[in-house]
């Protein structure tokens, strides 16, 4: 089945400075990316997606990127603020006909933290 | 629109017990929702898929005796924790898949349910 791998577990930056979170998966078969943040005790909320007819994809200060050769996505924040302080997960979802065809797998999530 | 209520958000219990979460879409058909368990500080991890009218698929390792799923509508699906115990305290998340409108195909989630197991 599909394993999605995430980087780096915690993240701490100053406010202004940008943030990058990366992570690979393991079926070639998937091709949907969301990103989700998670604050304490809440749902997890979609802040970008991307799907894998998709080099790259960007809403105002958040960017999302893919290689599909190398299995890999990353997501950027841009002149981070306090508030973007929460869990970040990447997930990956598996195409149609797939092991894991519809399935949202999550990544191990990512604590960011933004200094003022 | 497209939103998912979870109830109960929290819930106690005494050991033994069996405790039952439900998992609605109010504005949208839902034929599959999936169940996820988080524990504190780690990921998300998918139990089952939950599809209307059959039966549940269980992910490796699940006990599906132990978390009975039933998706009876394409509004509604729970999820039956039957004879709690301690290590069954967790944050249990539902999630349902839109399949027609705006943003079909997007996954919306619930709002979660903690549950303790004294």
């Known amino acids: 089945g599909e394993n999605v791998e995430q980087h780096p577990s915690t993240l701490s930056v100053q406010e202004g400075d940008s943030a990058v979170i990366k992570c690979t998966y393991s079926?070639?078969?998937?091709?949907?990316f969301p990103w989700y943040k998670q604050e304490l005790g809440k749902r997890p909320q979609l802040i970008i997606d991307?799907?894998?007819?998709?080099g790259e994809k960007k809403d105002q200060r958040i960017a999302v990127t893919l290689n599909k050769t190398a299995k890999h996505f990353s997501l950027h924040i841009t002149e981070t603020q306090p508030e973007d302080s929460a869990v970040y997960f990447c997930?990956?979802?598996?195409?149609?006909?797939?092991?894991?065809?519809?399935?949202?797998?999550f990544g191990q999530g990512t604590t960011l933290q933004v200094k003022p | 629109g497209a939103v998912v209520s979870q109830h109960p958000s929290r819930v106690i219990c005494k050991s033994g017990t069996s405790v039952k979460i439900e998992c609605r879409s109010l504005?949208?058909?839902?034929?599959?929702m999936f169940w996820y368990r988080q524990f504190p500080k780690k990921s998300l991890m998918l139990m089952a898929t939950?599809?209307?009218?059959?039966?549940?698929?269980?992910e490796q390792g699940v006990e599906k005796d132990k978390f009975l799923i039933n998706h009876a509508s394409l509004t509604l699906s729970t999820l039956t924790v039957t004879s709690a115990h301690p290590e069954d305290s967790s944050f249990y998340i539902c999630?349902?898949?839109?399949?027609?409108?705006?943003?079909?195909?997007?996954?919306?989630f619930g709002e979660g349910s903690r549950l303790t197991v004294l």
């Open positions: 504005d949208f058909q839902a034929t599959t």
């Open positions: 991307i799907r894998s007819n998709v």
């Open positions: 999630s349902a898949r839109r399949v027609a409108g705006i943003r079909t195909g997007e996954l919306f």
């Open positions: 939950s599809n209307e009218g059959s039966k549940a698929t269980y």
């Open positions: 079926d070639s078969a998937s091709n949907y």
């Open positions: 997930a990956a979802v598996g195409s149609y006909g797939s092991s894991n065809t519809g399935k949202l797998i």
